[in-house]
């Protein structure tokens, strides 16, 4: 039974911040790595970032690059998103996915488990 929860959602004025946590529990495999994905009303899911197992690599969509920071604690088995210089066009809800095995990639098909989301909105 794997559980995949995230948290830390919320509202904040564009241009604030916000720490998006996830952590997955009773995985299979040891190794796995972690992604965030989103999705706005009436838009596709999109990946927005995503980190191999070892925290050594990491992946940005082109719209969140330099603003989005993932990072992971494996002892907690737990992932974070720190969003800075948040925009009204980051408002969406936020996924936390897990796939098998060290390397990542935005795609959401390779992700196997996934959370429920956490709902982020930015005003303007």
């Known amino acids: 039974q794997v559980q995949v929860v995230e948290s830390g959602g919320g509202l904040v004025q564009a241009g604030g911040s916000l720490r998006l946590s996830c952590t997955a529990s009773?995985?299979?495999?040891?190794?796995?790595?972690m992604g965030w994905f989103r999705q706005a009303p009436g838009k596709e899911r999109e990946g927005v970032s995503c980190v191999t197992w070892s925290g050594a690599s990491t992946i940005y969509a082109d719209s969140v690059k330099g603003r989005f920071t993932i990072s992971r604690d494996n002892m907690k088995n737990t992932v974070y998103l720190q969003m800075d210089s948040l925009k009204a066009d980051d408002t969406a809800m936020y996924y936390c996915?897990?796939?098998?095995?060290?390397?990542?990639?935005?795609?959401?098909?390779?992700?196997?488990?996934w959370g429920q989301g956490t709902q982020v909105t930015v005003s303007s």
């Open positions: 009773r995985l299979t495999f040891d190794v796995y790595a």
């Open positions: 996915a897990a796939a098998h095995g060290s390397s990542c990639a935005l795609l959401e098909l390779a992700y196997r488990h």
